[in-house]
């Protein structure tokens, strides 16, 4: 097995993934947005996945949709593979509020294959205006050019090992307040890159590989700005030409 493709699983897992146990079955997921990560799963995961995995699974994996919930990617019954996971690489069953990063993940390769994967599943970037309001409107307070990298999880430990590794790895990063977005749900754990050596470093060092992502990256390096709240669809028409991202101004 290669080590780095296993540090980018590791990475999809914490961030996708879950191992589901009870009395009757072991249950392997790993799923993603069907409108939005399609692509990525089907290019990227799945054939990832399954050349890994080839010793350990009965037959190759098929990408399965479930448009009903909005869903695609893979799922798998195997109770030898999900204990071959749990032995192997330590991944826990159940909620992720104490998952963490595994301890194989040591070198720096492996370190940036871990970061990549599990942002490319778990992360976001986004872009922001500047909040200087001059009399009159400019380039910087007009368009959403700033980019923002972030991390949000429930598990207070990933989060600080995360911004210890970035660290490592010579960023910045920056964590966020524990916060609720609902008053029952549980606490989300943020660490952010808003710097802009930070962001150009992870874009060139590290960068993406889900199409989710890597649309926004194209578009904002065209047009010099990403507006927000837009679709992949959206962002591929823009980069084809076929859509002007002004008009969401």
């Not at 919930?69 to 991944?91: E, H, P, R």
């Not at 970061?115 to 500047?130: A, H, Q, V």
């Not at 207070?156 to 008053?183: A, D, W």
Request: net charge positive; aromatic share 14%; charged share 30%.
């Amino acid at each position: 097995m290669d080590r780095k493709e296993i540090a980018e699983f590791l990475g999809w897992h914490l961030g996708d993934g879950c191992i589901s146990i009870n009395s009757k079955y072991s249950e392997y997921t790993l799923t993603g947005d069907i409108k939005e990560e399609y692509p990525f799963y089907e290019e990227v995961i799945l054939p990832t996945f399954n050349r890994i995995f080839k010793n350990n699974l009965k037959k190759p994996i098929i990408l399965k949709k479930y448009h009903s919930v909005g869903v695609c990617g893979i799922y798998l019954f195997d109770k030898s593979f999900v204990s071959f996971l749990q032995k192997q690489y330590g991944l826990l069953s159940g909620k992720k509020y104490n998952i963490k990063i595994p301890e194989i993940i040591k070198t720096k390769e492996e370190k940036i294959h871990f970061l990549r994967g599990l942002f490319d599943t778990d992360g976001s970037i986004y872009f922001c205006k500047s909040n200087y309001k001059p009399k009159k409107k400019t380039f910087c307070n007009k368009y959403h050019y700033k980019p923002k990298i972030k991390l949000a999880t429930i598990s207070k430990v990933l989060i600080k090992e995360v911004f210890n590794m970035l660290l490592s790895l010579g960023f910045t990063p920056r964590m966020y307040k524990p916060r609720k977005q609902r008053k029952n749900e549980q606490y989300m754990y943020s660490v952010v890159l808003d710097l802009d050596k930070d962001t150009k470093k992870w874009i060139k060092e590290i960068g993406f590989k889900n199409h989710k992502h890597l649309t926004k990256v194209k578009v904002w390096k065209k047009y010099g700005f990403c507006p927000p709240f837009t679709k992949i669809n959206e962002r591929i028409q823009m980069l084809n030409g076929e859509l002007d991202p002004n008009s969401f101004y």
